[in-house]
């Protein structure tokens, strides 16, 4: 039989994290590779009071086929939230999305032909490159540092004419893979250089609620509203397994979202987002969120401490020939990088020997990826498999600079 | 702000249904325009039964994030339930989707090239042309009739070389939107034709199990394996709320779904899976589904005894002149015919001062759309409304005949 692939198939490829989390499937492992919340702090009682009211009350029309752009006291919800958060929006602007992923699904959809100049972070969200990709963009890595995309680069980058970059794809918020945060005065750059060259931003911010001390900086979109195409998420605030984001686009933008979203799966299931709207009713996120940012917060303090315990310094200091990590502001990862003449990918089976699993950091590069960079998620481990793994990861990392 | 819009998004077009259904939005209008089904087969009592035992016993799995293949359990009842259906499928087969639209939108991206060839019958589901229009085909439609696509045709359209097209999408039972069935003779014939020139076929399979009084014959993937790309959904025999589809592949084409699976939306929601797969449990769906069979028979007997009542013959007597309608053996939609020099379209807003709707049957064809056909769904409304309505309709048919 003559199945014939089209051609972006071929460039679409099996996760590499899919793959490394395969590996790391083994019994007793300690794992801080996969980005994966923890499941304490998913609201099973709330789930299921609302659940009971929402079949209860209004069962067939929760279980019934709904509108594309979502249901309406969600979207209320959302609008009303995010204006809380200083952003102007109005409900008619929000979509939801079957998980913030879809979200970039049909941005790529709608904003990439095939050879268009997209630019990202240095490294970036994977599963953002996975979603791009189908679209056959070139993309294009802006140079990056501790506070996220250098303006100047992305001035360079941006381009012009029919060589103007279709997009930047940010994550100011405890990106994932690095944990870092865009400072004010970068946001103020980056926002500039995207309004004076009229560089559409595809603001991501999935992790922008889980703050240790200090809520992040205002978002991109607060100040440029017609420049800015915004994703939320409610997999690191309730649950993932709900698939359950949105996107906030710009009233020009949204009329084609709205179809792609028909057009990729019709609605967002209508029986999640009833339940999620009952949950969110009388202010729950405001008493629950609180309680994730602290037990994230104790993990990464955690993490930190086992850190300097095992390597004598607080980051930053121990030269070349330590291991060096950041000190995130909130959401789920830390990044490292690995003494000199280390390579992640090859350490990650000895770690694994030794029952402690990490994803190289190399996963998150467009291109040029820094064959020493490791990501570590701090969320899914407790306190004390925190101690012994980074405990065991510092032991493999002694053993192979000792084998050098 | 520079926003530019993939050249794909040009071709992407708000759905005419969702138009129309906008128009029919009034208080008190029986309406046969859309295609939701009923709302008393909702199993709203096991959906509440099920959803307590799914979250007070593994409630943080179901809510963490999950697979991509989909829920293991729930992917198995799939495959035994499509083997006693005749089909050789094997849980690794089967991937679940977020409802079977979104199969159609994987299909479109793992198969699909700007300008590819692709077959459709004539008149063909709207939403599998506007899930594979952003992939930019040019869309062929077969000869058909009342038994499905011609084989002849389809032979000769099946073209070859760089020009063979890429699949030919089917719906052989109970159609959207003719309520047509492909005949044994007829599968037979184009399995035939398919297997001879190696053309590929999606096989969308959503409303098989909504037969009246037997079931339709074998899929055309139980003739044809490997060269069958099958779809299947629970949105008609459970509820489409949930968004819950699945696609059975064949091994070679399994990884590329799955990757643009991944891509789209990580996985389908856990949650809704681990419910429907416990409410699946001790063959619920062979109790439930007889149930609605029964009912949309009776409201399928409903319509064409009204349509007798009103025009004075089983729906291909009473010539050019009088309404034409067919007897479909299952489903949810009855396919019919206008008068001469009427024009459905137009009959449309007349329909609605007359307090019953439906949809122009031009929405569902590729190209040389038929004026006068009309899909009225008979799952919606109730026996009374149905008697109503369909008064309604031959009062509106009588007045458009009089004013030519």
């Known amino acids: 039989m003559s199945w014939k692939l089209a051609q972006r198939a071929d460039k679409m490829n099996p996760s590499v994290i899919r793959e490394i989390l395969k590996v790391t499937e083994k019994p007793g492992i300690i794992s801080f590779a996969g980005g994966l919340p923890s499941p304490q702090t998913f609201p099973v009682d709330a789930m299921l009071e609302a659940t009971q009211k929402v ?26 939230d995010l204006k809380k958060q200083g952003m102007d929006v109005s409900a008619d602007q929000v979509l939801i999305t079957t998980g913030s ?11 990439i032909d095939a ?19 189908p679209m056959e963009p070139t993309v294009v890595s802006v140079a990056s540092d501790d506070e996220g995309v250098d303006a100047a680069d992305l001035r360079i980058q941006a381009g012009s004419g029919a060589d103007a970059a279709r997009f930047v794809y940010l994550l100011p918020n405890f990106q994932n893979p ?35 001390d200090a809520p992040p900086p205002a978002s991109l979109a607060s100040r440029n509203p017609d420049g800015t195409l915004y994703l939320g998420s409610f997999s690191k605030i309730l649950a993932p397994g709900l698939r ?13 979202l709205l179809q792609a979203k028909q057009a990729a799966d019709l609605h967002t299931p209508s029986f999640n987002q009833r339940i999620v709207s009952e949950v969110l009713k009388d202010g729950f996120i405001d008493r ?21 315990r095992e390597f004598g310094h607080t980051g ?16 789920m990862f830390l990044w490292t990088r690995l003494p000199a003449g280390l390579d992640a990918v090859k350490l990650l089976p000895k770690a694994v020997d030794h029952n402690v699993a990490f994803v190289p950091g190399s996963a998150f590069y467009a291109d040029n990826a820094d064959p020493r960079s490791m990501r570590l998620s701090f969320v899914t481990a407790s306190v004390s498999q925190i101690n012994i793994g980074i405990a065991a990861l510092a032991q493999t990392i002694r053993e192979a600079q000792a084998a050098l």
């Not at 050879?115 to 979603?131: K, N």
Request: net charge neutral; charged share 20%.
């Open 288 to 308: 629950h969120v609180p309680t994730i940012r602290a037990l994230y917060k104790s993990q990464c303090e955690a993490m930190l401490a086992a850190l300097e």
């Open 115 to 133: 050879g268009s100049r997209i630019l990202v972070e240095t490294p970036t969200y994977l599963g953002a490159l996975q979603a791009y990709t």
């Open 178 to 212: 690095t944990g870092r945060t865009m400072t004010e005065a970068r946001r103020a750059a980056v926002a500039a250089v995207a309004a004076e060259v009229g560089l559409p931003v595809i603001e991501d911010n999935p992790y922008g609620d889980l703050w240790f």
């Open 244 to 256: 359950l984001g949105y996107l906030v686009a710009p009233k020009a933008l949204y009329p084609k």
């Open 101 to 111: 992923q879809q979200g970039l699904d049909l941005v790529a959809k709608i904003l």
């Open 316 to 331: 930053h200091g121990g030269g070349d020939h330590s291991l060096q990590w950041n000190r995130p502001a909130g959401g």
């Open 55 to 80: 079949l209860t009350q209004d069962g067939r029309s929760a279980l019934q086929y709904a509108a594309s752009e979502g249901y309406g006291p969600l979207r209320d919800w959302v609008a009303h």
